[in-house]
Nanobody, 123 residues
């Protein structure tokens, strides 16, 4: 079992940037990693995913060109750099792990989540 702990959320004005961090513990080498978000009244959605080797990445259409996912093996961490934020990005963001081969881009394969960090973007 892998353990995940995210941080870096906060309040930012539209057009601003935030960098979310996720520390991974446990046997993470067999897991793809990704970021989900859930806004009030909406279902949790996959925002971005990255294969453990880092060679393949996924972004949902609404964040392409604005968000960048990355990983740092030396720090056992994953990051999400969010630029040009809009109020529609407001949500609780969750670090997540998928044990399915190639599952970095498939939401239903993610089975483990962190506790979440709030991102609020004002107009």
């Amino acid at each position: 079992q892998v353990q995940l702990a995210e941080s870096g959320g906060g309040l930012v004005q539209a057009g601003g940037s935030l960098r979310l961090s996720c520390v991974v513990s446990g046997r993470a080498s067999d897991y793809n990693l990704g970021w989900f978000r859930q806004a009030p009244g909406k279902e949790r959605e996959l925002v971005s995913g990255i294969s453990w080797g880092g060679g393949q990445q996924y972004y949902r259409d609404s964040v392409k060109g604005r968000f960048t996912i990355s990983r740092d093996d030396a720090k056992n961490a994953m990051f999400l750099r969010m630029n040009s934020l809009t109020p529609e990005d407001t949500a609780v963001y969750y670090c997540a792990a998928s044990g399915a081969p190639g599952g970095y881009a498939t939401a239903h394969t993610y089975t483990e989540w962190g506790r979440g960090t709030q991102v609020t973007v004002s107009s």
